[in-house]
Structure formats: structure tokens, C-alpha cells
């Protein structure tokens, strides 16, 4: 049925409003009457939870700050002041003497073992670059001598002079520094096969001086000794210990030293030249009067070669 329009005091008709619906009334089960339960059980548990959480973020956020660097007020740094570079010599590192296996040949350095001789002329040794001319460098009596220049005309520049190598007058400039050159290599190598051809070479050079004439040993050992450089660069020292008969014939086996002539003795008791054809040699220093001559010898000037006076009368 629908509703009726009602009227209103001024006699005009309004719609009717429905009433608002009701729910039937129903009684409440014993299953709605467990869910209240459970549902209080639930807010409960859902309460502590929350509690635990908010506790664990409290653990974490401590733990987190006690972490954290404290970062302290630190005075104002006034700026230090620079000293200018000084100049200093450069540094040589230690010149080890390793053997040829690679093994250190003891705890001391080359340098420490030679302290006279330049760190330059040691490296130029075992790098094998050291010439016989450069002897003269190891010889103690030029140690301390200055470096001499010379001027080259032909470039227009002053150039290290070699002077000292060309004074190797006696077979001691050569000998004495060469033993040193030897002690340095055998140092370095630690080899003993190195070190007794070392020795070979220098009795094969004592006996080249005893029989023949320095100048020409000299030749024969600057060329041997320059030719060994390559040979000990790869490793073979044992050419030390040979003679080289090529070198031997090209440069020392004409220049045998002269024996000196035997003498006979005269009435005086005097020495005089064994060889009987040689003019003699008082008669021409005007100090053997006697004819026939006592020893043998002719009467005549060893410049004309005539009979009738001797050298220190003999005019041009």
C-alpha cells in the first residue's frame, strides 16, 4: 500500500517519508557470543605486539647511536711553515756481489768491500764495459788525483784526457791495479773456477816480463784482456786461464829481452865483451894503451873504424 500525501497547515499536500526499516529482532546466538571472545583475544595479543615492536626499535635506535663516531671540536691548525728544499747527494744504492747462481756471495756490498775505488768503476766492472786502458783508475797512487782535460781542436771542446793510461812504463801499473779489477770480479761471480783462471793469467803475465820487453807484453795484455769482456759478459771466465799463441806470435815472440853478454876478465881483473870481433870499447874511450889489446879485442874507432885512433880522437 503506498503511503498517502499528507496536508500541511497552509493546505498544501507533501510526500509522505517512510518510515526507517527494522531489523528483525533476533536473539543472540552462543556462536556470536564465542567471537566477541575470540575478538578480545586478538586486541589483547595485538596490544603486546605492539609493545614488543616499539621496544625492539628502541634497542636498535641505542645501539645505533653508541656506533656512531663522536665527532669532538678540535682546535683551529695553524699552518706550519715550509722549509725550502735542500739540496743532497744523490743516493748509491749497496752494490751487492752475487754469485753466478744468483746467491748473494756474503752480507758485506761491493762498495763496502772496496771502499777506495768509485761506485762508477765498480759498476763498469761486473757490467763488464771496464777496458784494460782504464786500469790506471784502480790504481791507488790516482785515486785522489784530479780528473786532467785536454782540449780537442777539432771539436773546439775539453775532453777527459787519458794520459794516465798511456803511462804504464813498468809492469807494476799494471800489475798492482789489475789484482784489484780481479778481487772485484771474483767477489761479484763467487766462483772459484773464475777465480783460479784469474790466477793462471797473472803467472802467464810474470812470465811474459821475465823474458820479454815490456812494451811489447803490454800490447799482447791490453788486446786479451779487451777480448775476455765479451766472453765473462756471457758468463765464461775460463779464457782467463788460456794463452792466446795468435797474439803471442803477432805481438811478443819478436821481442825477446837481449841476455846480457857474458865478460871475461882482463889482467886488471876488469870485465870486458865476450864477443871477440867487437872494436874495444877502453881503447876508444882512450883508456886501454896496450897493443896487442889485453882481452883480445881490435884496436879501432868505432865510428871510422880505422886503426890509427880510437873514438875519443876521432874527428869529423
Known sequence: MLPQPLRAPDGRFTRATPPPPTLPQTTMSSEAAVSVEEFATLRESHTQLHT????????????????????????????VPVSPPQTISPFVPP???????????????????????????????????????????????NHDKETAYTFNGSTNQFEVSHRAAKEYKTPFTVLIPLQTYFDILAFHVNNAAATGAFYC?????LKLIAEYEWSAVY??????????????AAGDYSQWGRRDN???????????????????KGPSGNRAPGNPSEACRKFNDGKCPTTPCPWGRPHSCTTCGKADHGKHQHKD
Open 52 to 79: 614488543m615492536m616499539s621496544e625492539l626499535l628502541t634497542t636498535i635506535s641505542s645501539m645505533s647511536n653508541a656506533a656512531a663516531p663522536l665527532h669532538t671540536p678540535t682546535a683551529p691548525q695553524h699552518a
Open 95 to 141: 752494490i751487492l756481489g752475487t754469485g753466478t747462481n744468483g746467491a748473494s756471495s756474503a752480507s758485506l756490498s761491493l762498495r763496502t768491500q772496496f771502499p777506495d775505488v768509485d761506485a762508477a768503476v765498480i759498476t763498469a766492472i761486473i757490467m763488464h764495459e771496464f777496458k784494460a786502458a782504464d786500469l790506471h783508475k784502480l790504481d791507488p797512487t
Open 201 to 205: 793469467y797473472t803467472a802467464h803475465l
Open 219 to 232: 800490447d799482447y795484455h791490453a788486446i786479451f784482456f779487451n777480448h775476455r769482456r765479451a766472453e765473462i
Open 246 to 264: 795468435d797474439l803471442l806470435s803477432e805481438h811478443v815472440h819478436g821481442h825477446r829481452k837481449v841476455n846480457p853478454t857474458k865478460h871475461t
